[in-house]
């Protein structure tokens, strides 16, 4: 597969028609986190799809009427059933194929809205406030408060996974932001994690990184480099 050269549909476009063969469609940027997270759960499912990248900076009129957010990713199904909002799409292919590889336990609604809760709550304390900060220009600051989070993550981790002894939600839904971290470090020339100091999380990413699905989906570093040098990090624009 050839990462680096998927064009995205951008203004002037036309929406191209769907493949037979590949019934869900997944509208995506290749370097969006949100929608890494939705192929890591299709790859992980096995399903069959096809990618539809979208020139967030020049956006098609007509992905606006497919999402009235001009958001990606997005879900879409041959019979035109739409799906958006990264965790909401991972729900619903968990829950539609259910039959395999589980992600959100069926018959345990606390432990699912706990996973949830702990979705957001890592992605909170590291994505947002941290990671983007040391992308714009890390200083020793910015990094020590990157550490702290992960310290935070690591008390909070119930066993080799983030919440248990096997890959759930938790694990796919933040991945995208732990396979950044080596880019970031390379990209701004720092180091932002240490075995010495988390070596629940360094252990846990070696146990994702040998995951089909991780394989499957995952950039090396110096895509995500390439990728990063193009972006405005004051808008948040790039050309992708
Ligand atoms: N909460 C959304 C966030 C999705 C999101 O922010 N995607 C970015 C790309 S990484 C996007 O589509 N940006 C274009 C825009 O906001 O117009 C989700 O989880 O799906």
């Known amino acids: 597969m050839v990462i ?7 203004k002037g476009s036309k929406p191209p028609p769907h493949r ?14 949100f929608a890494h997270r939705v192929r890591l759960v299709l790859a992980y499912k096995q399903l069959l799809y096809e990618v539809v990248n979208i020139d967030l900076k020049d956006k098609p009129d007509w992905y606006l009427q497919v999402n009235p957010l001009g958001k990606v990713p997005l879900l879409e199904e041959d019979d035109n059933k739409r799906v958006f909002e990264s965790t909401n799409c991972a729900e619903y292919l968990d829950d539609k194929f259910n039959d395999r590889n589980k992600l959100l336990p069926a018959a345990h609604p606390l432990q699912r809205a706990q996973q949830k809760m702990m979705v957001e709550v890592i992605h909170g304390k590291i994505a947002m406030p941290h990671m983007q900060l040391i992308l714009k220009g890390a200083d020793e600051q910015n990094r020590e408060a990157l550490a702290k989070a992960l310290d935070e993550i690591e008390a909070m981790m119930v ?8 890959v759930t939600f938790v694990d ?4 995208p932001w732990f396979e950044r971290i080596p880019a970031i470090e390379k990209f701004r020339q720092v180091s932002m994690t240490s075995e010495e100091r988390h070596p629940q999380l360094t252990h846990w990413c070696k146990l994702m990184r040998e995951e089909a699905a991780v394989q499957a989906t995952s950039y090396p570093a110096d895509l995500y480099v390439d990728f990063f040098r193009t972006r405005d990090f004051n808008t948040g624009l790039s050309k992708h």
């Open 159 to 166: 066993g080799p996974y983030l919440f248990g002894d096997s």
């Open 172 to 175: 796919l839904m933040v991945w």
């Open 4 to 10: 680096g050269d998927i064009p995205g549909y951008g």
């Open 20 to 33: 037979a063969e590949e019934p869900i469609r997944l509208y995506s940027m290749r370097f969006c986190p």
